[in-house]
């Protein structure tokens, strides 16, 4: 069925909804664009992965808030993201940027997907082949994120997914 998601998000998407795949996260109709506003999310947990294996895991008072700077064009560094009471700043930035928002089969994931860059990364061979390139050049810092995933339930953000490059680390927050 079609549904217009609000996801706390002050701006709608028109998204098609089926549970039956996943019955934990919200299943979306991939590779469309979102254009988002704002969202504030907190979580109260966090696991840390590194090479596929739970390295670190405990309890978090951070607060991240996602800014639209323009919510009607994908340009570069659009959506700001900031992390408030950072515990996992020795290995995550608290300051983030990316230029699109779009959809995979269980998530939002917002992004920078540059034609070079100096992290050679599958994610970006394997989204360029359906989205546009969003810039010509990116050089990713340490702790600077590659992509922030979100994922939903019923509509609302119940958990968002950071991935780090150096050392490769995927940093995961749940309510």
Not at 108 to 134: C, E, G, V, Y
Not at 144 to 163: A, D, H, I, R, Y
Request: glycine share 2%; with cysteine; charged share 20%.
């Amino acid at each position: 069925m079609t549904k217009s998601l609000r996801l706390g998000w002050i701006c709608s998407i028109e998204t098609s909804i089926s549970n039956t795949t996943n019955k934990f996260m919200d299943q979306l109709t991939p590779f469309q664009v979102f254009m988002l506003e704002r969202l504030d999310f907190s979580p109260s947990r966090y696991e840390v992965y590194q090479g596929g294996k739970l390295i670190d895991s405990g309890f978090t008072s951070m607060s991240i808030h996602v800014r639209a700077k323009d919510k009607t064009v994908v340009a570069n560094d659009n959506i700001v993201v900031s992390i408030i009471d950072n515990n996992l700043s020795h290995i995550l930035n608290s300051n983030s940027s990316y230029d699109i928002v779009t959809t995979l089969h269980d998530r939002f994931i917002a992004l920078i997907l540059p034609q070079r860059s100096n992290i050679n990364d599958i994610m970006f061979q394997t989204f360029s082949w359906a989205i546009k390139h969003t810039r010509s050049f990116k050089n990713f810092a340490d702790k600077e994120p590659l992509c922030m995933s979100m994922f939903t339930q019923n509509g609302k953000v119940v958990k968002m997914s950071f991935k780090v490059y150096s050392p490769e680390t995927l940093i995961e927050l749940s309510l």
